[in-house]
Structure formats: structure tokens, C-alpha cells
Nanobody, 119 residues
């Protein structure tokens, strides 16, 4: 099992910045992808950014020029630096990890951290 513990989040003004951090504990061996998703009220959960163990990254189109994901493979941690925040970025942000065991992928989720962008 993998447990994901998130930190960061909170309230930011439009144009401001926030940093989210996530640490995986437990059976971290085999984790190949870590990242962040978000879910706004009344909407589906959507990808924000992911990073693979080989260094590949993927971002939501709205965050490509404003967000930066960084990962420490040895520590199984992933951070998301969010700049130039917009009110539509208000959502619960979830840390995600995908782990491969015997050719099968397993998904793990954190409990979520609230990000509110408002003046």
C-alpha cells in the first residue's frame, strides 16, 4: 500500500502563487508516475500536472506556462509550484501516484487539499 500525504494549498489572491507538496510512504517501490489532479465543485476531476520517474512531464493546457512540477524519485515526493493563479483554479487538489507491480498498475490518491483563489 502507498499513502500520500499532501501539504500546502490555502487561499491566494489572483495573480499570486502557491506550492503544493506530496510525499508517498509505505510501499513506494515501483511508483513510476506522480502528479496532481483537481476537482472543482460540480465538475469532474481533471489532470493538472504529472511527472514520470524518467523525467517526462505533462500539464493541463491552462497551466503549461504557469505551473511547474518537480519530483524527487529517491524520496517519492512531488511538488507543484503554481504561479499567476486564477479564480478558476479554485478546487480541491489531489496528489496521485501510479505504481506498477508485476505488470499491473495501481492508483493511489491523497485526501486532497483545498486551493482557493480569490481577492
Amino acid at each position: 500500500q502507498v499513502q500520500l500525504v499532501e501539504s500546502g494549498g490555502g487561499l491566494a489572491q489572483p495573480g499570486g502563487s502557491l506550492r503544493l507538496s506530496c510525499a508517498a510512504s509505505g510501499s513506494g517501490f515501483g511508483i513510476h508516475t506522480m502528479g496532481w489532479y483537481r476537482q472543482a465543485p460540480g465538475k469532474h476531476r481533471e489532470l493538472v500536472a504529472t511527472a514520470t520517474s524518467s523525467g517526462s512531464t505533462n500539464y493541463t493546457d491552462s497551466g503549461k506556462d504557469r505551473f511547474h512540477i518537480s519530483r524527487d524519485n529517491a524520496k517519492n515526493t512531488v511538488d507543484l509550484q503554481m504561479n499567476s493563479l486564477k479564480p478558476e483554479g479554485t478546487a480541491v487538489y489531489y496528489c496521485h501516484a501510479r505504481r506498477k507491480v508485476f505488470l499491473r498498475d495501481y492508483d493511489y490518491w491523497g485526501q486532497g487539499t483545498q486551493v482557493t483563489v480569490s481577492s
